[in-house]
C-alpha cells in the first residue's frame, strides 16, 4: 500500500469545561493506506467524531485542545500547517461528509449552488457553464434524480437520502484522497443507508481515495471496511482487519460488543450484556479503562494502561490479559 | 381472547386548505390494517420512516380517534367505552417512547413520577407484600435508592428503565414500545431488551414493539408485521417472516440491512432502487411498485389484497402465488 495517507499518532485532546476536563483521546494510533476504508467503531462519546474533528483541525478551542501527538497527511504535519494552508487542505484533499445532512447545508441556498461554493473555494473559477455542467455531472455520479432539475432545488425539498448524496457531491467535487464519513448514513433508512454506502464504496473504488469511515454499526463497517479500530473511552482498545475482528475479536471489549447485537441471521435465546455503565471522562480510573466491567481483569489491570501491542501478525490489542 | 384485536383501522391526516390556504393534501398515515395480539404475545412492528408505525401505536392505545375500523381491548370495542371501562383501559394500556429524556418530567423525582401514575390510577403505594415503588425499581434492575433522584441523574438507558417502571405501575395487559432501544447504545439496548423479555415472562403482558430496526424486532417478537406507506405489505411468525419472506420489499428490506459480519455478499447487491414516495402522495396500484424490481402493469393500476398464503401468513402482492 506503499506509505499511508494519513497517519496519526498518540493523539490525546482534552476538553476544558466548568465541570473540569474532559479526557476526550488518550494516546490514540492509528493509520489509512492509500485507497484503504479503515472503520472506526465504538459506543455514544467514545471520540470518534473528536478523532476526525482532530485530523480536519476543526476542534473548537477553548474549549479543545490537542494536547499531544502527531498527525501526518499525505507526509505533512498537519498540526504545523498555517490557518490558510489547512483550508486548502480540507474541502480540496480531505472532505468531510456528517451524520446530519439537514444541518449541514444551508436552508437558504439552492443545493446546486452550495456544491458550486465548495468548488470554487478550491479552484480558480471556471466559465460559468462549465461550473454548471459540473456540478450537474457530480448530481449525476451520486444519483440525484433529474439533476438538471435537482441543482436548483432548496434543501428542504429533498429527502434525507438526497440531502446526503448532495453533502457526498460536495466532498467529492474537489476529487479529495481522503473521505472522512462520520455517521454518514445514520440518520437514514435502511433502504437509503445501503444506496448511500454502496454509492461511497464505487466512488471509493473508481477515484482511489481512502476513507475513515466512522459508525456505531458494526454491520456497516463489517460491510465497508478493510480494517477495523473499536474505541472505548477515547482509547483504541482492538485494530485488526474486518475479517479477523469479527471471526477471532481479542479484546474483552470487542467480544462483549458482538454479543450484545440482535442477529438478523439466527435466532439468539438472550443478548449477553457488557455489565457496569462507560467510565466517566472527567474522572478516569486508574489501570485500564474497561477494568471495572471485566471478567477478566487481572491485578496488573489496575495499575497501568495498556497500550496497543501486536499480539499477532496484524492484530493489534490494548489487553494484558492477552499479552 | 386477544388483548387486541383491530380491524380494518384507517387513519388520516389532513393538512393544508382552510383558512391557511394551500393545497389540501391527505396522508393515510394507517390504511386499513387488520390483526390481533394476544395474551403474553410480542407482535414486532417494522417499517421505514414515515410508514405508520406511531400513528398505529397511538391508535392501539386510544390517544388518537381512528377515522375508520374498529379497535377492541380485551373484547370490547375502545371508541365506545363507559366511564369506568374507560379509566381501566387507560390503566391497562401503556406505552414507552424511544426518547426517554423528554419523556421524564425532570422535575419530578423518580418516586414521585410512579407515585403519581398509582394515584392517578388509584393504586396503592403500599402492597401485602411492601411498599410499591422500591419493588418497581427492584424490578427493572434500579436500586430502591433511586427513588429520590431527579432524571437527569440518570444515564439513557437508567432512565429508559424509569420509563418502563412507569409503564409497569397500573399492571398493564398490553404496553406500546415505540423505539424503546432506538436512541441506546447496543451494550445498553441488549440491557433494556433483556429487561423487557424478562418483565414479559414474569407478567405476562404483550407487546407492541415498534422498531425500524428488523434485528431487534427478530430477537423480541413472536410475530412481526412489515409496513409500508400505511399498509401492512405482510405479516408472518417470526421464524417464517426472516427464514422465508414473501413479499419482495420484505426481501429487499431484509436485504439491505448491513450484517454484522463479514459476507460475501456486496453491498451493492442489496440495493433497492428510488426513494421513498411521499405518504401525502403514495403510488396507485401497489404502493412498493415504483421501487419493486417485480413489477407487472397489473401492480401500478390496482392494490393487491391481503391474503393469508399460509398459517397466519398474510402477504399484499398481486404476483405471490408465483413462489409461494
Ligand atoms: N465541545 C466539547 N466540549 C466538551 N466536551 C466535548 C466536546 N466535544 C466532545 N466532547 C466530549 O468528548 C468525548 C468524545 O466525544 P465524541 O463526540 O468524539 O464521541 P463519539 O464517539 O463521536 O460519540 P457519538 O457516537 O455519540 O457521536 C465525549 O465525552 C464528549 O462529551
Ligand atoms: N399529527 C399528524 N398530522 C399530520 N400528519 C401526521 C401526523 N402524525 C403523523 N403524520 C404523518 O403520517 C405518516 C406516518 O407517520 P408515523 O409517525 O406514524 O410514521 P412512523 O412509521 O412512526 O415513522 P418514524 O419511523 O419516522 O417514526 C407520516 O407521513 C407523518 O408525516
Ligand atoms: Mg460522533
Ligand atoms: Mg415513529
Known amino acids: ?323 | 381472547m386477544p388483548v387486541l384485536e383491530v380491524r380494518n383501522l384507517v387513519k388520516h391526516f389532513t393538512s393544508g386548505g382552510g383558512l391557511l390556504g394551500g393545497a389540501k393534501r391527505v396522508v393515510r398515515a394507517v390504511d386499513d390494517v387488520s390483526f390481533t395480539l394476544s395474551g403474553n404475545e410480542t407482535l414486532g412492528v417494522v417499517g421505514e420512516s414515515g410508514s405508520g408505525k406511531s400513528t398505529l401505536g397511538f391508535l392501539a392505545l386510544g390517544l388518537l380517534s381512528p377515522t375508520a375500523g374498529e379497535i377492541r381491548f380485551l373484547g370490547r370495542p375502545v371508541n365506545d367505552l363507559g366511564d369506568r371501562e374507560n379509566r381501566e383501559f387507560r390503566r391497562k394500556a401503556q406505552i414507552v417512547f424511544q426518547n426517554p429524556f423528554a419523556s421524564l418530567n425532570p422535575r419530578m423525582t423518580v418516586r414521585d413520577i410512579l407515585d403519581r401514575v398509582l394515584k392517578v390510577h388509584g393504586l396503592p403505594s403500599v402492597s401485602e407484600d411492601g411498599e410499591v415503588v422500591p419493588s418497581l425499581l427492584r424490578e427493572v434492575g434500579l436500586r430502591p435508592e433511586h427513588a429520590g433522584r431527579y432524571p437527569h441523574e440518570f444515564s439513557g438507558g437508567q432512565r429508559q428503565r424509569i420509563a418502563i417502571a412507569r409503564a409497569l405501575a397500573s399492571g398493564p395487559e398490553l404496553i406500546v414500545l415505540d423505539e424503546p432501544t432506538s436512541a441506546l447504545d447496543v451494550s445498553v439496548q441488549a440491557q433494556v431488551l433483556n429487561l423487557l423479555q424478562d418483565l414479559q415472562r414474569a407478567r405476562g403482558h404483550s407487546y407492541l414493539f415498534i422498531s425500524h430496526n428488523l434485528a431487534v424486532i427478530r430477537h423480541v417478537s413472536h410475530r412481526v408485521v412489515v409496513m409500508y406507506l400505511g399498509k401492512f405489505m405482510e405479516m408472518a411468525p417470526k421464524e417464517r417472516l426472516y427464514s422465508a419472506p414473501l413479499h419482495p420489499y420484505t426481501r429487499a428490506l431484509l436485504a439491505s440491512v448491513p450484517k454484522p459480519f463479514v459476507t460475501d455478499e456486496n453491498i451493492e447487491d442489496k440495493v433497492i432502487a428510488g426513494d421513498i414516495p411521499s405518504p401525502s402522495a403514495p403510488p396507485a396500484g401497489c404502493r412498493f411498485n415504483t421501487r419493486c424490481p417485480l413489477r407487472t402493469p397489473l401492480c401500478e393500476e390496482e392494490e393487491p389484497e391481503w391474503k393469508e398464503v399460509g398459517k397466519e401468513h398474510f402477504v399484499r402482492c398481486h404476483r405471490v402465488d408465483e413462489w409461494v
Do not use: W
Open chain 1, 1 to 323: 500500500m506503499g506509505d499511508p495517507i494519513l497517519s496519526v499518532k498518540n493523539l490525546t485532546v482534552h476538553f476544558h469545561t466548568e465541570a473540569g476536563v474532559v479526557k476526550a483521546l488518550e494516546d490514540v494510533s492509528f493509520s489509512v493506506g492509500q485507497g484503504e476504508v479503515l472503520g472506526l467503531v465504538g459506543e455514544t462519546g467514545c471520540g470518534k467524531s473528536v478523532t476526525a474533528l482532530s485530523v480536519m483541525r476543526l476542534i473548537p478551542t477553548p474549549p479543545g485542545r490537542i494536547v499531544g501527538g502527531t498527525i501526518h497527511f499525505d507526509g505533512r504535519d498537519v498540526l504545523a500547517l498555517s490557518e490558510e494552508e489547512m483550508r486548502s487542505l480540507r474541502g480540496k484533499d480531505m472532505a468531510m461528509i456528517f451524520q446530519d445532512p439537514i444541518s449541514s447545508l444551508n436552508p437558504v441556498f439552492t443545493a446546486g449552488y452550495q456544491v458550486e461554493e465548495a468548488i470554487v473555494t478550491h479552484e480558480a473559477v471556471p466559465r460559468r457553464e462549465d461550473l454548471i455542467a459540473r456540478v450537474t455531472g457530480l448530481f449525476k455520479k451520486v444519483n440525484i434524480s433529474d439533476p438538471e432539475k435537482s441543482v436548483r432545488s432548496y434543501p428542504h425539498m429533498l429527502s434525507g437520502g438526497m440531502k446526503q448524496r448532495v453533502m457526498i457531491a460536495m466532498g467529492l467535487s474537489c476529487s479529495p484522497r481522503l473521505i472522512i464519513a462520520d455517521e454518514p448514513t445514520t440518520a437514514l433508512d435502511v433502504s437509503i443507508q445501503a444506496q448511500i454506502l454502496s454509492l461511497i464504496r464505487r466512488l471509493q473504488m473508481e477515484g482511489g481515495s481512502s476513507v475513515l469511515l466512522i459508525s456505531h454499526d458494526l454491520g456497516v463497517i463489517a460491510a465497508m471496511a478493510q480494517t477495523v479500530a473499536v474505541m472505548y473511552a477515547g482509547s483504541i482498545v482492538e485494530k485488526t482487519s474486518v475479517k479477523t475482528l469479527f471471526d477471532r475479536p481479542l479484546h474483552p471489549y470487542t467480544r462483549g460488543l458482538l454479543g450484545a447485537i440482535p442477529r438478523l441471521d439466527v435466532d439468539q435465546e438472550r443478548l449477553s450484556v457488557i455489565p457496569g455503565t462507560l467510565p466517566d471522562l472527567f474522572n478516569l480510573p486508574r489501570g485500564c479503562k474497561f477494568r471495572e466491567r471485566c471478567s477478566e481483569a487481572l491485578p496488573l489491570c489496575a495499575e497501568g494502561r495498556p497500550l496497543l501491542a501486536e499480539i499477532e501478525p496484524g492484530h493489534e490489542v490494548a489487553c494484558y490479559a492477552r499479552a
